[in-house]
Nanobody, 115 residues
């Protein structure tokens, strides 16, 4: 089992920045991809950014050039640096981790971009 705990969400004015963190604990050996997803009210959960164990990254088109995903394997932690936030970035952000083909989710953290 893998437990994921997110932190760093909050309210920020449009154009501002936030940094999300997600720490993994439990049976973390062998974690492959880690990532961030978000879900706005009434919408499906969508991929924001994913990073592989080898640090290859993939971003949703809507956040390219504004968000940066990174990970510290020694700390089993993944980060999401969010710059130039927009009101449409408002959502609950979920951390994910893949271990032996099973995906684990954090509890989510609210990010609100105020106009």
């Amino acid at each position: 089992q893998v437990q994921l705990v997110e932190s760093g969400g909050g309210l920020v004015q449009a154009g501002g920045s936030l940094r999300l963190s997600c720490a993994a604990s439990g049976s973390t050996f062998g974690i492959q991809d880690m990532g961030w997803y978000r879900q706005a009210p009434g919408k499906q959960r969508d991929m924001v950014a994913v990073i592989s164990g080898g640090a290859s990254t993939n971003y949703a088109d809507s956040v390219k050039g504004r968000f940066t995903i990174s990970r510290d394997n020694a700390k089993n932690t993944v980060y999401l640096q969010m710059n130039s936030l927009k009101p449409e970035d408002t959502a609950v952000y979920y951390c994910s981790a893949v271990l032996r083909f099973q995906i684990y989710w954090g509890q989510g953290t609210q990010v609100t971009g105020a106009s």
